[in-house]
T-cell receptor, first 113, second 114 residues
Framework: GENVEQHPSTLSVQEGDSAVIKCTYS??????FPWYKQELGKRPQLIID?????GEKKDQRIAVTLNKTAKHFSLHITETQPEDSAVYFC????????????FGSGTRLSIRP | DTAVSQTPKYLVTQMGNDKSIKCEQN?????MYWYKQDSKKFLKIMFS???????INETVPNRFSPKSPDKAHLNLHINSLELGDSAVYFC?????????????FGQGTRLTVV
């Protein structure tokens, strides 16, 4: 089955700097890669996703890249702000008629003022 | 309107008891999930249902029994609760049907077994 590894587990960056979180997946059948943000005490919420037919996607300060050959994908946050502090999860999901979404272990991002 | 709602939000109970968590989604999705989030924040899939049918059971003890009376509901019953069952349980739903899409999560149920 699918296995998703995520690094680093914790990340602290100065406000205004960039943050990068990296993930690898094992199942070549995976074709959908969402990223979720979970603020303290709240539910995970989708912030951006990418499909296997796309190499990069950007939404304002957030961008994701996907390398299918190497089976890894990354989240880039530029110009970080205090409200970016949260736990971020990458995930991978294989194409099938009934899916499962497998999450990485999470990265706790802290933005230093 | 709440998209995915689960009740209760908090559940404190003694070891050995049986408890249930209810989940409902009004998004018309065909797939629902239960995830367990432990103290280290790891989100681990437990079950996946598609159109009321169990698709995935990820080596969860058989003390955990999901039930889906219809595709909008997925309840989780836990028998003989153990200390190690303490965690936050999230219900989620998504529309699969040929193209995977965003999973929407409920607000979570914090289960504490004492």
């Amino acid at each position: 089955g699918e296995n998703v590894e995520q690094h680093p587990s914790t990340l602290s960056v100065q406000e205004g700097d960039s943050a990068v979180i990296k993930c690898t997946y094992s199942d070549s059948a995976s074709n959908y890669f969402p990223w979720y943000k979970q603020e303290l005490g709240k539910r995970p919420q989708l912030i951006i996703d990418i499909r296997s037919n796309v190499g990069e996607k950007k939404d304002q300060r957030i961008a994701v890249t996907l390398n299918k050959t190497a089976k890894h994908f990354s989240l880039h946050i530029t110009e970080t702000q205090p409200e970016d502090s949260a736990v971020y999860f990458c995930a991978a999901s294989p194409y099938s008629s009934a899916s499962k979404i497998i999450f990485g272990s999470g990265t706790r991002l802290s933005i230093r003022p | 309107d709440t998209a995915v709602s689960q009740t209760p939000k908090y559940l404190v109970t003694q070891m050995g008891n049986d408890k249930s968590i209810k989940c409902e989604q009004n998004l018309g999705h065909d797939t629902m999930y239960w995830y367990k989030q432990d103290s280290k924040k790891f989100l681990k899939i437990m079950f996946s249902y598609n159109n009321k049918e169990l698709i995935i059971n990820e080596t969860v003890p058989n003390r955990f029994s999901p039930k889906s009376p219809d595709k909008a509901h997925l309840n989780l019953h836990i028998n003989s609760l153990e200390l190690g069952d303490s965690a936050v349980y999230f219900c989620a739903s998504s529309q699969v049907g040929g193209m995977n899409t965003e999973a929407f999560f409920g607000q979570g149920t914090r289960l504490t077994v004492v």
